[in-house]
Nanobody, 124 residues
Framework: QVQLVESGGGLVQAGGSLRLSCAASGRTFSSYAMAWFRQAPGKERDFVVGISRSSISTYYRDSVKGRFTVSRDNAKNTMYLQMNSLKPEDTAVYYC?????????????????WGQGTQVTVSS
């Protein structure tokens, strides 16, 4: 089992940047494929980006390609999401998630472990 804690959210103006972190504790972090999801009020939880155990493969939703960058440091048990050129439509609660496979997927139900979320608000 792994416990996940997100941090780094906040209020930023459009065009600004934020860096989210997801710290893991418990079983070996490198055993898990990881992902970031986000959920805006009244909407479903959407996939943002996934990263494989070894960081070899990443997959981004189209709307964040070229603006967001995911990374992980298995030695520090932490995943990161660098978000640049933020837009008001990026406003949401951002969650990190883990699954005990080599690669990430885009489907929330396929992740067994979730953090509590961190709020990202982008003002226009």
């Amino acid at each position: 089992q792994v416990q996940l804690v997100e941090s780094g959210g906040g209020l930023v103006q459009a065009g600004g940047s934020l860096r989210l972190s997801c710290a893991a504790s418990g079983r070996t972090f490198s055993s898990y494929a990881m992902a970031w999801f986000r959920q805006a009020p009244g909407k479903e939880r959407d996939f943002v980006v996934g990263i494989s155990r070894s960081s070899i493969s990443t997959y981004y939703r189209d709307s964040v390609k070229g603006r967001f960058t995911v990374s992980r440091d298995n030695a520090k048990n932490t995943m990161y999401l660098q978000m640049n050129s933020l837009k008001p439509e990026d406003t949401a609660v951002y969650y990190c998630a883990a699954r005990t496979t080599a690669v990430a997927t885009t489907i929330p139900n396929e992740y067994a472990y979730w953090g509590q979320g961190t709020q990202v608000t982008v003002s226009s």
